[in-house]
């Protein structure tokens, strides 16, 4: 995912059935709960420019949501191809 790269299009860097821009945040999610405090605060600081510049670069989908979903505001967005 190129964010230096103008306009909204957020791709991957080649398109593959299931994987998504979404998918690597869920990791990130992940190694946010399991990380020490030192080591959670400073991915935490680079997570947060990520989720600004994604949300920035999306829009809301108000009709997409579901359980699966819950407390992953990233699976929401859609992004402009």
């Known amino acids: 995912m190129g964010f230096k790269q103008p306009g909204r299009c957020l791709t991957g860097p ?3 059935p299931g994987i998504e821009v979404e998918d690597g945040r869920d990791d990130l ?3 946010l709960r399991h990380l ?3 080591a959670r605060t ?3 600081r680079l997570v947060e420019r990520i989720d600004a ?3 920035r670069r999306t829009l809301p989908d108000p009709g997409w949501a579901s359980e ?5 505001w990233w699976w929401w967005r ?3 191809w």
Do not use: K, M
């Not at 699966?68 to 992953?72: D, E, L, V």
């Open 14 to 16: 080649y398109e593959s």
């Open 29 to 31: 999610e992940v190694a």
């Open 36 to 38: 020490p405090e030192g």
């Open 42 to 44: 400073d991915l935490g």
């Open 53 to 55: 510049e994604f949300e």
């Open 68 to 72: 699966w979903t819950a407390g992953r």
């Open 78 to 80: 859609i992004r402009e």
